[in-house]
């Protein structure tokens, strides 16, 4: 960047004086509209101020004036990877690799899209390549390790992650690899060599982390109770400091909000002028509910295919956020315009749908929060509400590692109560729209269970349903290895284990936990 005015407006930005960078810049580019480089800042200063549509043209302006401008072009890929505009980011970076094949940056970003769109095969070429040609990258082994236990090749898995420890002792992702394995339990050799990395003052505090959940599950598989807990807790407590302290409040009110906006109304408005497509069947419920299996054995049907945890109807639900605030903009909506984001929703989806089936699953949890989007958009939608003891299914999230933000137990258990009285609106506002499968029946009663819900989908039994651990598929979730064998009720109740430790979680539950499956009057 040869110009001086704009090295220092590339220092302000650096240094996070962003309002006035970007007010600089405004007035540079009035008067120098193809300044690249000028475009190029501007670009980076919305992104910090969250104003991605005006990011993504900044960027494009500088790709028209400037075509081979590889940081542009990378960073208007990652972009549009973030706005799920997949096919769209892989045009650049096909551009890209047209000009530099080996480049690792471009490669490894692929891979990655095209594990989001399921094409599992092309992405573990990708991942494949990256590790073999640089060997003493642990990252490489990791991602090289996630694409094989996608696709089910368990011990080249295994052994990936061992290369990544072997390569980054301390590599907490690695670990946790190995310990998310249902088929491998940690040797003593590998719980001595997680416990020295802990007591090592230097190591980074994701990996810290990410081991601590690791020992948590060596613990628990050694039937040490106390000291997996003490582990889990641990590694919670960290996830938990990078929450806002007003996020479950925020859940709550929520909660209240759309109880209050989603009437029978309101929810049966724009039936027969909205987007009639029947295609989508939405799994909603809590994490670690039995969600993963309900899709296995669905996707086992001939009739429908299996995606993923889609990230559409969420990226929807932030777009009105934005436009004036989420849920209390639906209430404004043309009919026409819920029209227009239901057919968004099909057009963004159909990448992920490659076999040629009338139906298609989208397994996002969290999808609970948007039922009544979901309704006004794609009113013959089919809802799915996976459920399990909310004990079980808390504790077992609790006992799950994500490189995020997560709340306490006892906000989890408070959470899970505003879950509750949600579905029990919807149950109340759109009657018999929504089929709730619950885990422990599900267990219990594999064929009566699959037949009620193939039921209220319109569809006829067949018998490879049953045998949905011989489907062949990729599964992203945490559950992958699960949904490749029979249905097992060896850990139904293994959440008793820690019940010495959950007396606060069970107290903020509540009446949910001591009625369950019932739902408590007060939350009706």
């Not at 109807?313 to 903009?329: D, K, N, S, V």
Request: charge should be positive; hydrophobic fraction near 40%; proline fraction near 5%.
């Amino acid at each position: 960047m040869r110009n001086v005015r704009l090295r220092r407006i590339a220092s302000d930005l650096a240094e996070g004086s962003g309002d006035r960078a970007q007010t600089e810049l405004g007035e540079y580019l009035a008067q120098r509209p193809d300044d690249v480089d000028a475009n190029h800042l501007m670009a980076n200063a919305c992104l910090r101020r969250g104003q991605q549509d005006e990011a993504l043209a900044k960027l494009s302006r500088c790709i028209d004036l400037a075509p081979g401008f590889v940081r542009a072009r990378f960073d208007r890929a990652k972009l549009l990877c973030k706005l799920n505009r997949f096919q769209a980011a892989l045009f650049d970076l096909d551009f890209l690799l047209s000009r530099d094949a080996e480049n690792p940056l471009f490669r490894q970003m692929k891979a990655e899209i095209l594990r989001i769109i399921g094409e599992d095969a092309r992405s573990l070429m990708l991942c494949e390549g990256l590790a073999v040609e640089h060997p003493a990258h642990a990252q490489c082994w990791i991602a090289y390790g996630h694409a094989l236990r996608t696709l089910g090749h368990q011990q080249k898995s295994i052994a990936a992650y061992r290369k990544a420890i072997k390569c980054r002792p301390c590599s907490g992702l690695a670990w946790w690899g190995l310990a998310g394995m249902r088929t491998l339990s940690f040797d003593d050799g590998d719980l001595v060599a997680m416990e020295w990395q802990l007591r090592q003052a230097d190591v980074p505090a994701d990996d810290r982390t990410a081991l601590q959940f690791a020992l948590g599950k060596a613990y628990e598989d050694r039937r040490d109770y106390s000291r997996s807990y003490e582990m889990y807790a641990k590694g919670n407590a960290a996830l938990r400091a990078r929450l806002d302290d007003g996020a479950p409040a925020r859940l709550a009110a929520r909660a209240d909000a759309m109880k209050a906006l989603f009437t029978s109304d309101l929810l049966n408005r724009s039936v027969g002028g909205c987007c009639e497509s029947p295609d989508p069947i939405f799994i909603v419920g809590q994490p670690r509910s039995g969600s993963t299996l309900l899709e296995q054995i669905l996707a086992s049907h001939s009739a429908v295919e299996g995606t993923a945890e889609l990230p559409y109807i969420r990226a929807l639900a932030a777009r009105l956020e934005q436009r004036g605030g989420f849920p209390a903009t639906l209430a404004t909506l043309a009919t026409s315009e819920l029209k227009a984001m239901g057919e968004e929703y099909l057009q963004s989806t159909a990448v992920h749908r490659k076999l040629g089936r009338p139906f298609f699953i989208d397994k996002a949890p969290a999808n609970f929060w948007h039922l009544g989007l979901i309704r006004l958009i794609l009113p013959n939608a089919k809802i799915i509400d996976a459920r399990r003891n909310p004990a079980a299914c808390l504790l077992s999230m609790f006992k799950l590692y994500f490189n995020m933000a997560r709340p306490r137990l006892v906000e989890l258990g408070r959470s899970y109560r505003d879950y509750v009285s949600l579905m029990a609106h919807f149950d109340s506002a759109m009657p018999g729209k929504i089929h709730r499968v619950l885990y422990e029946n599900l267990v219990s009663d594999p064929e009566g269970e699959t037949k009620r819900l193939l039921d209220h989908l319109g569809l006829p039994f067949e018998e490879s349903c049953l045998r949905f651990y011989e489907t062949t598929r990729t599964v992203l979730t945490v559950s992958s290895e699960q949904v490749r064998r029979p249905i097992s009720r060896d850990t139904m109740n293994s959440w008793r284990n820690y019940e010495p430790w959950l007396g606060p979680l069970l107290k903020s539950l509540g009446s949910v936990f001591d009625r369950y499956p019932a739902v408590p009057e007060e939350l009706i």
